[in-house]
């Protein structure tokens, strides 16, 4: 016969619901009451606002009021960060965002931009910026002194061509800073308009391919030798004879580099 001892699971039992009566107790005693606590400061932290973005403080905090989300004032039980986060990132300039509150009172939101590489402003009146992973951004009061590409440019050929031309000019320090305007000829050559000396430059068009990777791949590598080309040419050539004597230079052939010099008819080959 099994004889069991129902005192002493009482006592256990017992035991067992005080624990979690006191664990309850203190939870609760030390959670704060955000009833009676009011939102008594907004940090609003944007990854770099200082750089090339679209978005600062008082533009997310303009936006937060219009949609009556700005928590400064409100009691806390009633900012939902949630909402907040959701809110900040339907605006096609926000890549991601994180909103926190904490016991005394403070709001924290926390922004990371997309990064516009490139203006694109096409002959068939699209006017839209290309982001770092190479996305269509909308127009917008932006006036940073970015690229800005103008032509025979549809928005595939802009995520899938431009967006690597460009990238490839915005990682090198002298080619970003003397390169002012890529332009689209009708037959997809590519011209450049330097921020010093009164030439254009032909690169010819660009590589083509159906594999995003050989692509990508095939546009650095057309870019960089050009680029390079052009620079030494710079260096060794128009810092010879000066930078407004050609009013156009051709690099598309490998072997030779041509000249239209200013108010002349005939070419120099170099």
Not at 10 to 17: C, G, K, M, Q, R
Not at 97 to 108: L, M, N, P, R, S
Not at 145 to 151: K, M, S, Y
Not at 247 to 266: G, M, P, R, S, V
């Amino acid at each position: 016969m099994i004889y069991i001892n129902w005192k002493k699971i009482a006592l256990v039992t017992a035991d067992i619901a005080l624990g979690c009566y006191i664990a309850f107790a203190i939870t609760a005693f030390n959670k704060p009451d955000e009833s009676n606590r009011l939102c008594t400061k907004v940090s609003i932290d944007i990854q770099d606002e200082s750089a090339n973005g679209f978005l600062d403080t008082q533009e997310i905090k303009k936006r937060l009021e219009r949609l009556r989300l700005y928590p400064l004032g409100k009691q806390l039980n009633t900012v939902n960060v949630r909402s907040i986060e959701e809110s900040l990132k339907a605006s096609p300039f926000v890549k991601t965002a994180e909103c926190f509150k904490t016991q005394d009172g403070h709001v924290t939101i926390y922004l990371t931009q997309r990064m516009p590489t490139v203006r694109i402003k096409a002959i068939n009146g699209d006017d839209y910026y290309l982001d770092d992973n190479n996305q269509v951004m909308p127009n917008s009061h932006y006036t940073s002194d970015l690229i800005v590409a103008t032509g025979y440019i549809s928005r595939k050929y802009a995520k899938q061509y431009i967006s690597h031309f460009v990238n490839t000019l915005m990682g090198n320090d002298f080619w970003r800073n003397q390169t002012e305007q890529v332009n689209v000829l009708h037959d997809k050559s590519i011209e450049l308009v330097p921020r010093v000396g009164s030439h254009i430059v032909h690169l010819g068009p660009l590589p083509e391919s159906s594999d995003p990777s050989t692509r990508k791949k095939m546009i650095e590598d057309f870019t960089t030798k050009k680029m390079t080309r052009l620079e030494k040419f710079y260096k060794y050539g128009l810092s010879q004879v000066g930078w407004n004597k050609y009013n156009y230079i051709n690099l598309e052939f490998d072997n030779q580099i041509i000249c239209k010099k200013h108010n002349a008819t005939d070419n120099d080959n170099n």
